[in-house]
């Protein structure tokens, strides 16, 4: 199969869909690769490098576009680039289709065929797509929490380890997920006094038993939801509903009554966000301030260390790039009911309940379009 590899180009994205130890992967099992000129200059990988791993590079979007039956991705297609896609191409990538209707519609109006990397599964009911970014941006949330929290930031000016002598910061993290794991793992590093929230009992259990009493668990209750965060100098909005958009936990009102300088990190913001005052921001303007509070809400957290990002990333899609480039997306979607979990358009028609239930868009099981 020809796999086509375009450079990203959201704003401050610098993953690249496929490493050369990928590329040389798939060349190795008889695939042919085209790679985009410049691709791999965010994570420092030359086009030298790609070619020598056995791939073509052409000198731009459109000629790779046109090339590649399977397009491999890391961010959802821009506007530009679903431009580009056509019926009978098969799209690999992330794609947070729950809140973002025009991506839908458009991915809907080119007849593409488009796999998500963050709703495929795996015989746990994990996500093991999402997981390494996820990881990244848990570790990151706190990194850049931290900065926020800086008075030149706009921040509280409270360090979040303290000193002896001085009470630690308080940071409290939504979601006790594989994020809000890495977020209370980093800010539990660095010496915060952490607080985790989560609905499930049983994973409030097997949290006891990983920080040994270092975190205090709480339910979510709404009534401790919000108690946290009026509490807290950092908060951290870690939850995810797998392919619809993010649930609202702290609204307006709620955030206003936050300390002044107090910092909110929604890394569920692909999803639409977890505070109702949460926006998109980008890596260039990463924070604003509503009410005193300021908010960080990059929409592609991970891009901002790519090396250790695609690295991570590509560990993870590999199998099943490799699976879909030797049998097509329709034969390995059906011999693996995991990989068929990703997939949420074909040919016109939305496959994924959870993101046609969130847009209100009509929707059809994977099943009817696999056949």
């Avoid at 706190?142 to 409270?158: T, Y």
């Avoid at 993290?173 to 009992?201: N, Q, W």
Wanted: charged share 20%; hydrophobic share 45%; proline share 6%.
């Amino acid at each position: 199969m020809r796999i086509g590899v375009p450079k990203e180009i959201k704003p401050q994205e610098n993953r690249a869909g496929l490493t050369p130890p990928a590329v040389h992967e798939l060349v190795a099992h008889g695939h042919e690769v085209v790679v985009q000129a410049g691709t791999g200059a965010g994570i420092g990988c030359s086009d030298a490098e790609y070619q020598a791993a056995g791939a073509r590079v052409l000198s731009d979007a459109a000629a790779v576009f046109e090339t590649g039956e399977l397009i491999v991705k890391v961010k959802e297609p821009q506007p530009q680039e679903i431009a580009r896609l056509r019926r009978g191409q098969v799209l690999f990538t992330y794609l947070h289709l729950a809140p973002d209707r025009p991506q839908t519609e458009g991915l809907l109006a080119s007849g593409c065929t488009a796999i998500a990397y963050e709703t495929i599964t795996d015989e746990h009911g994990r996500l093991p797509l999402l997981a390494p970014m996820s990881e990244v941006a848990g570790r990151m949330s706190v990194q850049v929490g931290a900065v926020a929290l800086q008075k030149p930031s706009g921040g509280r000016g409270v360090l979040l380890g303290g000193v002896p002598g001085v009470a630690p910061g308080h940071v409290t993290v939504f979601g006790g997920g594989v994020v809000g794991t890495h977020a209370a793992k980093m800010a539990v590093g660095i010496g915060a006094e952490v607080t985790v929230l989560d609905k499930s009992l049983a994973r409030l259990r097997e949290l006891d038993d990983l920080f040994g009493g270092r975190v205090r668990l709480l339910y979510a209750s709404s009534h401790e939801v919000e108690r946290a965060a009026l509490q807290s100098d950092l908060v951290i909005g870690a939850v995810l509903v797998p392919g619809a958009a993010a649930p609202r936990l702290l609204t307006h009102a709620q955030i206003a009554r936050m300390q002044p300088g107090a910092v909110l990190v929604d890394v569920a913001i692909d999803q639409g966000g977890c505070f109702e005052t949460s926006r998109p921001t980008t890596h260039a303007d990463p924070t604003y301030v509503v009410d005193g509070v300021v908010h960080y809400c990059v929409a592609n957290m991970p891009g901002a260390v790519p090396r250790t990002s695609t690295w991570a990333l590509n560990n993870a899609t590999l199998p099943f790039t490799l699976a879909l480039a030797a049998k097509g997306w329709r034969k390995a979607c059906r011999d693996d009911a995991h990989l068929s979990h990703g997939l949420s358009v074909h040919e016109g028609r939305l496959t994924h309940e959870a993101v046609g239930r969130s847009l209100g868009l009509p929707w059809v099981p994977a099943r009817d379009v696999l056949g």
